[in-house]
């Protein structure tokens, strides 16, 4: 790749390299045509200054106001042999005639009247009008080139040309000497272009290797993982393709997908910087027990991939891997915590297992699945078993097209409060209605979206269709909020908040109508942007809640600043009550803290009555859970709970034992 950037290179040089040469060239054939014209300009400007001096310093005065119409006396005569006779005896002047207003010859040098001027030359009738005309000749009598020049004669004070002075002057010399200057000039002005264009090839050198080398910069960066400086997707795939096709061609290997196991509690408990560390460790090692022909690559998350080509056989091969994985296995201090990185590892051959990239990525992947979940670390891809395709690439790309498609659809739970039974709130839960797979829960594909920036997307459509709903069921009269999710990616920037600012704008929805659920892992290991991004939607009227409370490792500190109204207590410790002694303790401590705190707090996963009368009693207020209904589409969620006036359950408000409702239609899906 860096040799096809250098080639490219070394013509982007040669080709500026000519194309500066042609104006360069260009520019020297100017300045020496614009000198050698210039040169004979000199040599006319020459001629017309000796001639005016010849007129005025020695015709005019012999002339001594002589009417030339008349004929010359030949005293006259004589004055002017005697006035030019050294000029021409010095060759300072090669022929001189002095010719009267009407062409006739009055005087020669040389005595011939032949040769001269006539009258109809526009030389002659220019000079007879006053004004000189000066011509380099070629076949002057006497020489071979010459200036040639008529000069109007003025021998008396009016000013008025009487006579027409013709001189031919030598040229050879100031041809030799204009000659000699454009030659010494021609060669400055050479040597000055050479250096230029030395110059010029200098910069477009060192501006050419500059380029190649951030060509060089931004496709490494293009093409590897910042984190741990391995390949990424895109060369795994690159270097995969071009090892299947060798395959194709007789020379077979091995794609193999790692994944490490428990990660995300790593990320989770000891924090992001402890991750990132453990994943530089992971490349460094696979790197170092791997041949130097093998391809490793990261992939994203905690996801790994290999391209070995096969050295020995199948057997070998898994060998190496199996011994790959315990070298891998070694003992790591992260955070002062001693761990074990234990992973997963699918492993399927080419051209043998896929004829194409894909095929063998999801073959990789779905031995890996199997991996996962049985005792071997490493698993060899077989056909005969039974696989789903759960690889990020694969989904990731689907999950691109059923957002595009409009697959995805919102379910909603409702919030119950306690003391009356009454909905007031209803939570979006994002569901895909996959053409094959049916419906998918979160858990499904929201990694995959949270791994990728398909996240921004997918919460900006869930927002939309939230409030789109929301628009809907208060048209039909019911008042219920909506709660939405948001991932802890989203909180990465503070550009969410604007585009939630946006989306309620477009729905033409007031702020306080939305709730959004934070979880409280995305708000533990924050380092301040998720408590600005919090801070911001909570500034423009949105109600902010901690979702999942109990599970992360938010400080009191951080409860303290965080701009939050609702806490939501996970799961988790709802499912023990009322029997669990340690949940009832934890609970309730919850409900104190949140009351404290100035928050409404929300028990979520009721399932039994027994769960809900607790929960009033110790002071929560509100809660979710399979005891009022599982999460179902708006539509049925109004049919269930109240009429369009009142939204009030109808068992709960009279009996306090609500209906279970929505049971059927969810429960086929998990
Ligand atoms: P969550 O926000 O804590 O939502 C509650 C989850 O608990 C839902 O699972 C709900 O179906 C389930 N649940 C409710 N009542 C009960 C109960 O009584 N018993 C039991 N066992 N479970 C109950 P679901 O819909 O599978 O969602 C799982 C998680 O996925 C959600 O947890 C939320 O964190 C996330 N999620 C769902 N929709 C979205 C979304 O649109 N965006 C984002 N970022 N996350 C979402
Ligand atoms: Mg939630
Ligand atoms: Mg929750």
Redesign the pocket.
């Known amino acids: 790749m860096i040799r096809r950037g250098s080639r490219t290179g070394t013509r982007l040089f040669a080709v500026y390299s000519l194309a500066s040469l042609a104006p360069v060239f260009v520019l020297g054939v100017v300045l020496v045509r614009g000198y050698q014209s210039q040169g004979l300009e000199r040599g006319r400007d020459q001629g017309r200054a000796q001639a005016a001096v010849i007129e005025e310093m020695a015709i005019a005065p012999a002339l001594s106001g002589a009417d030339l119409s008349m004929g010359l006396s030949s005293a006259v005569r004589e004055r002017l042999q005697s006035a030019t006779d050294l000029a021409i005896f010095k060759g300072s002047v090669s022929q001189l005639k002095l010719l009267s207003l009407t062409g006739t010859v009055l005087f020669s040098d040389d005595g011939s009247v032949l040769g001269a001027a006539s009258v109809t030359d526009p030389a002659f009738q220019a000079a007879a009008a006053g004004r000189t005309d000066v011509r380099i000749v070629q076949d002057a009598p006497n020489s071979a080139d010459a200036i040639r020049v008529l000069q109007p004669v003025v021998a008396a004070a009016d000013g008025q040309a009487t006579g027409v002075l013709e001189v031919y002057l030598p040229y050879d010399a100031i041809a030799a000497k204009v000659q000699a200057d454009t030659t010494r000039t021609v060669t400055r002005i050479v040597l000055a272009l050479l250096g230029l264009y030395a110059v010029l090839a200098l910069i477009s050198w060192w501006t050419t290797r500059s380029l190649r080398r951030q060509a060089a910069d931004h496709e490494h960066q293009a093409l590897h993982d910042p984190l741990t400086g391995l390949p990424n997707r895109k060369l795994f795939r690159r270097a995969a393709e071009t090892a299947l096709a060798r395959g194709r061609r007789g020379a077979p290997g091995a794609l193999v997908l790692i994944d490490l196991d428990h990660f995300k509690e790593v990320n989770d408990t000891l924090g992001h910087q402890a991750g990132d560390e453990l994943l530089r460790i992971v490349g460094q090692r696979l790197t170092e027990s791997l041949r130097t022909d093998d391809t490793v690559a990261r992939l994203g998350g905690d996801e790994f991939g290999l391209v070995l080509p096969l050295g020995g056989g199948r057997d070998e091969t898994v060998a190496l891997l199996i011994r790959v994985r315990a070298e891998l296995a070694a003992e790591v201090v992260l955070g002062g915590v001693p761990l074990s990185v234990e992973a997963s590892f699918g492993v399927c051959f080419y051209p043998s297992d896929g004829d194409t990239f894909e095929a063998l990525l999801q073959h990789a992947d779905s031995a890996m699945y199997q991996g996962k979940h049985g005792s071997t670390g490493v698993v060899v891809y077989d056909p005969a078993t039974p696989h789903q395709a759960t690889h990020s690439l694969v989904m990731q790309g689907a999950l691109r097209g059923a957002l595009e498609r409009d697959e995805l659809v919102l379910y909603y739970?409702p919030k119950v409060e306690l003391e009356t039974g009454r909905v007031g709130c209803v939570?979006?839960?994002?569901r895909w209605q996959h053409p094959e797979r049916g419906l998918m829960?979160?858990?499904e594909f929201?990694p995959v979206a949270e791994r990728s920036e398909l996240i921004e997307p997918l919460?900006s459509w869930?927002l939309r269709r939230a409030l789109a709903d929301h628009a809907a069921w208060t048209a039909a009269g019911h008042d219920w909020t909506v709660a939405?999710?948001?991932?802890t990616r989203n909180l990465g920037s503070l550009t969410f908040a604007d585009t939630v600012e946006a989306i309620l704008r477009e729905a033409g929805a007031r702020p306080e109508r939305l709730h959004l659920?934070v979880?409280e892992t995305a708000l533990a290991f924050d380092t301040g942007m998720a408590g600005q991004v919090v801070g911001a939607l909570a500034a423009q009227g949105i109600a902010m809640s901690i979702?999942?409370f109990g599970i992360g490792y938010t400080s009191l500190s951080q409860m303290r600043t965080l701009n939050v109204s609702e806490v939501k207590i996970d799961?988790t410790f709802v499912s023990g009550l009322p029997g669990n002694e340690q949940d009832r303790v934890i609970v309730r401590s919850v409900i104190n803290l949140g009351h404290s705190l100035g928050c409404q707090v929300t028990a979520?996963?009721?399932?039994s009555q027994d769960v809900a009368d607790w929960l009033l009693d110790a002071g929560c207020d509100h809660a979710?859970?399979?005891?009022w209904s599982?999460?179902l589409p708006w539509a049925e969620v109004a049919r269930s709970f109240g009429s369009a006036s009142g939204a009030v359950l109808p068992a709960a408000a009279t009996t306090g034992a609500p209906t279970p409702t929505g049971f059927e239609s969810e429960r086929a899906t998990r």
């Open positions: 739970q939570e979006a839960l994002v829960l979160p858990s929201l919460t869930v939405v999710n948001v991932s659920e979880t979702d999942d799961r979520e996963g009721v399932e979710q859970g399979y005891l599982m999460p």
